[in-house]
């Protein structure tokens, strides 16, 4: 099963999708994380990708599709992967889309994460005061609610067109979250996976 991860920052997001991965048994594959470990590696995508790291600036779309793509196809994939922090763009989603397909494989399911902005606000508040993270301030909380929604507004309406999107209450305790997320999960090969 293949399956995208989407949330806002303070939605649970990364506890949800660590535990989702490990119920459905595929792995947790983050965009960063990819991008580091190839760089690790020294491929040659791996270096590319770290002459953009650097110097501070974002890989390029078709790079980070291609760093992807080559993880995916690892053995250790072979019954899926879920993603996290990607795609973030529809160009990305395109691509994603398309180099599946060319490795006979396909998106299952994008979970998006939904939360009162509010709450968001209240939780990164508490995690900046309880962890003492400077960037857990008001104001950047609130740059970082906007740059989410300007991003992940449009892949919405793509996701929503392609049927795959599904929206799930990020309020409550993390099993009732968890067990809303597993609802929404497609069946496969008949059974209701979870």
Partial sequence: MHVVFMGPPGSGKGTQATRLARHLGIVHLSTGDMLRQAKR?????????ASYMDQGHLAPDAL???VLIDRILEPDCANGALLDGFPRTIKQAVALDEHLQQADRRLDVVIELEVDEDELISRLMSRGERDNRVDDNLETIRRRLEVYQ???????GYY?????????DGAGTMDEVFDRILAVLPEKEGQCVG
């Fill in 64 to 66: 980070v599709v291609q």
């Fill in 160 to 168: 929503v067109n392609q049927h795959r999107l599904a929206k799930v």
């Fill in 41 to 49: 590696a020294g491929t040659p995508l791996g270096l590319e990708a």
């Fill in 150 to 156: 300007r991003q992940t507004t449009p892949l919405r």
